[in-house]
């Protein structure tokens, strides 16, 4: 039966084409009306929505922190300099050497043959102090029998000898007292040819070779102490250390732990090109995780409540060629607010005009004036 349908149908479109198109047409719009009319969709009402947006808000509650760089020094970590110029003879240390207080660390002379001048000096007051230790009882004995032999009278001529004889023999101590100065003296200069470790430790490094000419101030050894303490120190300048704040808890981050401290001191004066320094104490068991000379991370919290020039964090601001604005949480709504800027602290910038310490500063920047915002966590 369909092959008969088939076939009819073919020979109908052989024999007359063109009726047979437009049959085909005519049958395909009955198609497609009928269609429209099964499948004919209700008119949808177009409803606009107004949309709630969620929104990170900053109030004036908030304590600003800003993020700075800390060098850290290490009290055990000591380093030897030399105290006098001079060429390195002997370097009487070694890497990994435990030495005690005293320990000569290098040996310094001020020739390449090895001579000292402050060794000849040492020398010579020492051999001036051992002449004057034996010629100093005699003296003193000569200087009591001269004095003794003076009758005691009422003759002015004796009672002034008698002074004289006195004035003698403490001239005599003052210069036994100027020559026991000379040879400390002198055994001082020489010490300082031979740089010695103040207390114990274990040698760390060694910074010169045999033979080097050294200067006043150039490292010799560095050692490690017994001490485990140590400080970290941050350089500010002076409108910074004017408002951080010592009441709230600073964090020094180390090794990827959050440390809560508080600064120990803070500079009155300038201390490094017009920088003001703060220094924090680096709990002991801590210092072992850091380098001397190293670097760490400090938030400082910094004093939010001045009227005249309150901070918010530099994202709520948004620029134009023209202005500066921010959006205000106001009664469930964005409300934008033209703002003057100040100084910029990290991330946070002061305002000078524009708002109040009792606003609500949008953080978003999705947001847009008119816009229904509520708070995140809310």
Same mark, same amino acid.
């Given at each position: 039966?369909?092959?008969r ?40 009402k177009?409803?606009?929505?107004i ?18 760089s ?5 009290d ?6 030399a105290?006098?110029s001079?060429i ?8 990994g050497?435990?030495?005690?207080p005293?320990?000569?660390l ?5 020739t ?6 402050s ?13 004057q ?8 004995d000569v ?6 032999? @003076?009758v ?5 001529g ?8 006195t ?23 020489? *010490? ?5 470790a ?47 704040s ?8 180390? *090794?990827?732990k959050? @440390? ?7 500079? &009155?004066e &300038? ?15 801590y210092?072992?995780?850091?380098a ?15 009227? &005249? ?5 530099i994202?709520a601001?948004?620029l ?6 921010? $959006?205000?949480? @106001? *009664? ?19 305002? $000078? ?15 847009f ?10």
């Amino acid at each position: 039966m369909f092959k008969r349908i088939i076939n009819f149908l073919k020979e109908g479109i052989k024999n007359h084409p063109m009726k047979s198109f437009f049959a085909i047409l005519v049958l395909l719009f009955a198609v497609i009306f009928v269609g429209s009319l099964i499948r004919k969709p209700d008119e949808a009402k177009k409803e606009d929505i107004i949309q709630t947006k969620e929104a990170e808000v900053f109030s004036f509650g908030e304590v600003p922190y800003l993020s700075l760089s800390a060098k850290v020094k290490k009290d055990s970590v000591i380093t030897i300099n030399a105290t006098t110029s001079g060429i390195v003879k002997y370097i009487n240390a070694y890497v990994g050497q435990k030495v005690s207080p005293g320990t000569v660390l290098v040996s310094l002379t001020d020739t390449y043959g090895g001579a000292n001048v402050s060794d000849v000096n040492r020398q010579i007051a020492q051999n001036t102090k051992d002449i004057q230790d034996i010629t100093y009882k005699k003296n003193e004995d000569v200087l009591d029998f001269q004095r003794d032999s @003076i009758v005691r009278t009422n003759d002015d001529g004796n009672a002034i000898a008698r002074k004289q004889i006195t004035i003698q023999k403490r001239n005599l101590d003052l210069a036994k007292e100027t020559i026991d100065l000379n040879l400390e003296k002198a055994k001082i200069a020489e *010490d300082l040819h031979y740089p010695s470790a103040p207390t114990y430790g274990v040698v760390e490094k060694i910074h010169v070779r045999p033979g080097q000419f050294v200067q006043a101030g150039t490292p010799l050894v560095s050692f490690v102490g017994n001490a485990n303490s140590g400080t970290a120190e941050i350089l500010i300048s002076l409108q910074i250390a004017k408002i951080i704040s010592v009441d709230e808890i600073s964090y020094i981050y180390i *090794d990827g732990k959050k @440390i809560e401290a508080r600064p120990i001191y803070i500079s &009155s004066e &300038s201390t490094i090109d017009q920088h003001y320094a703060v220094l924090y104490s680096i709990p002991k068991e801590y210092v072992s995780m850091i380098a001397d000379k190293g670097f760490v991370r400090i938030d400082v919290p910094l004093e939010n409540g001045n009227e &005249s020039a309150p901070m918010i964090p530099i994202d709520a601001v948004q620029l134009t060629q023209e202005k500066a604005y921010t $959006f205000l949480l @106001i *009664d469930g709504k964005a409300e934008s607010r033209e703002v003057i800027l100040g100084n910029v602290y990290g991330q946070f910038v002061q305002i $000078f005009d524009g708002i109040n310490l009792d606003d609500e500063i949008i953080l978003n920047r999705n947001v847009f004036h008119g816009d229904l915002v509520s708070k995140i966590g809310a």
